[in-house]
């Protein structure tokens, strides 16, 4: 051969290894280098070993060339056919030169020491490498795990705080809405007492307190009956017809006008604060709502450098509140010049008789429309008491049904149990066996039907008592609305509180 395979140099302890970089040279291939202790693999072959050793080629002597004439064959014995094996002449040239020969035999080997000490340096770099790489893992878990951690620290917070904002917004858009709606209520009866306040006359103050105080005994109506009826509607009327006198009172009209220019500024700025609020909460909730897997979320490189705030939260809240307490100082005013008015209304009339007719009209009519639904009441009230008699008592026979599956089931259980007494190949899973099983599950699957069915009793018992109670309230609250219209309203209502010589 020309050249003998490649061997490994000298091992170097791993002490020493670690303070240098190694280096890998193989025929044909780039250099492998390892700074530190972190080795960096050549690409495309990451496979490569990354070993700190370096190859060498030995190199034949001048005098002697490592050839396959150097071995001879080995001692045939005789009779055999097969091919005599040829061993390596390991003293080459032995009868030539001695010297030369153990030169070329011992050039490529290690000796023992070195041996072990290049096993104990591999030994120790992979224990090294693999604590390191260990520590590393480690260190990456928890480096992993601290970030996740304190990413979803950081985002619950962020929602936390959208959360707290969001609950501000709708606190101050609540304020502003309701105090809106009372202003907008409050706007719409002076609008109305302005365009009445003309026919309003002083001589008409008994009907108007009379139809004021049924319109007031009516309010103590409980629950659905504070319906708007036609008795209500006719006081409402006859309350109207009577301020469509208030001539009077034409000296205020100015004033009302300019209270309802403060009001309309009042409620602009209502409105333009509860749009933006409602922007805000609409924008604030998407925001709250957002997840690591919402559609939608993107990068948006520089954002958090961007500001465009106008205001902090204390400008922000002053801001509102300083709306809403002009509101209420200007729907206080509102209220005021109201209650001056209403002490001041006069009615035509002309139009007084026919207002006062008509409301004891309708109270009537009203009055007997509640004595019927309170008689169809009581009907309805005894049928659902019989029902609930009913079904309390199948609710008896539900749970009785449910005790008399007790001893079925005990006969079946003692069954099984004394057949599994049985000794030997007597312990056959025959018919009688399944059919106990059987029957064990079927008595559970009943019992379960019953106790469902139990459930489902005593829930519509519930709601039949829930719904017992909600009729007598409700026909308390008729007895109550009818003690009102007969005996209150239509008992003030008796005689013509004025004279037909009023002048208007």
């Excluded at 509102?320 to 209650?339: A, D, G, H, L, P």
């Excluded at 539900?398 to 089931?409: A, E, H, V, W």
């Amino acid at each position: 051969m020309a050249k003998s395979t490649a061997m490994f140099s000298q091992l170097q302890p791993w002490s020493s290894v670690a303070a240098q970089p190694c280096m890998e040279q193989t025929v044909g291939a780039p250099i492998t280098t390892r700074v530190g202790n972190y080795y960096q693999t050549p690409r495309p072959h990451p496979w490569r070993p990354t070993l700190g050793f370096e190859n060498i080629e030995v190199m034949p002597l001048p005098s002697q060339p490592v050839t396959n004439a150097l071995s001879d064959p080995c001692y045939t014995p005789y009779g055999m056919i097969t091919e005599p094996l040829k061993f390596p002449n390991l003293v080459t040239g032995f009868e030539r030169n001695p010297a030369h020969a153990a030169r070329a035999a011992l050039y490529t080997r290690y000796t023992p020491m070195e041996w072990c000490q290049g096993n104990i340096a591999k030994y120790n770099e992979a224990d090294t490498m693999r604590n390191y790489s260990e520590r590393l893992r480690g260190d990456f878990i928890r480096v992993l795990r601290e970030t996740d951690e304190k990413t979803t620290l950081g985002q619950r917070e962020s929602g936390r705080r959208l959360g707290e904002r969001i609950t501000d917004i709708t606190f101050w858009r609540n304020e502003c809405a309701t105090e809106l709606e009372k202003l907008i209520t409050e706007n719409a009866l002076l609008s109305n007492m302005r365009q009445n306040i003309d026919k309003a006359i002083l001589d008409i103050e008994g009907p108007l307190h009379i139809a004021q105080e049924c319109l007031y005994h009516r309010e103590n109506r409980d629950g659905t009956e504070r319906v708007h009826d036609i008795g209500e509607q006719a006081l409402l009327k006859e309350v109207e017809t009577y301020r469509n006198g208030q001539e009077r009172l034409r000296t205020l009209v100015d004033k009302i006008r300019a209270q309802l220019r403060n009001n309309r500024a009042v409620q602009f700025e209502l409105e333009t604060d509860v749009r933006s609020k409602e922007s805000a909460l609409g924008t604030d909730s998407m925001c709250h709502q957002l997840n690591n897997f919402s559609k939608g979320i993107n990068y948006y490189g520089g954002i958090e450098k961007y500001d465009p705030s106008i205001t902090d939260t204390t400008t922000w809240a002053e801001n509102s509140n300083r709306i809403v307490q002009r509101s209420q100082s200007e729907r206080t005013k509102t209220v005021q010049m109201r209650s001056d008015i209403d002490n001041l209304i006069n009615v035509v009339s002309g139009t007084i008789w026919d207002a006062w007719s008509n409301t004891n009209n309708a109270l009537a009519k009203r009055a007997a429309e509640l004595l019927e639904a309170k008689g169809k009441l009581q009907m309805h009230l005894t049928n659902l008491q019989q029902e609930i008699f009913n079904i309390e008592k199948y609710i008896e026979l539900l749970r009785k049904g449910i005790q008399d599956k007790t001893n079925p089931m005990k006969v079946a259980h003692t069954r099984l149990e004394a057949r599994s007494h049985r000794k030997g190949i007597e312990l056959c899973r025959d018919i009688a066996q399944d059919r106990l099983v059987s029957e064990v599950l079927d008595i559970q699957d009943n019992i379960e039907e019953l106790h469902r069915k139990l459930e489902e009793a005593e829930a519509q018992h519930q709601q039949l008592l829930k719904t017992r109670a909600t009729l007598e309230t409700d026909l308390h609250n008729k007895v109550n609305s009818l003690f009102i219209d007969r005996e209150k309203c239509i008992g003030m209502r008796r005689s013509f509180p004025i004279t037909a010589t009023i002048k208007y």
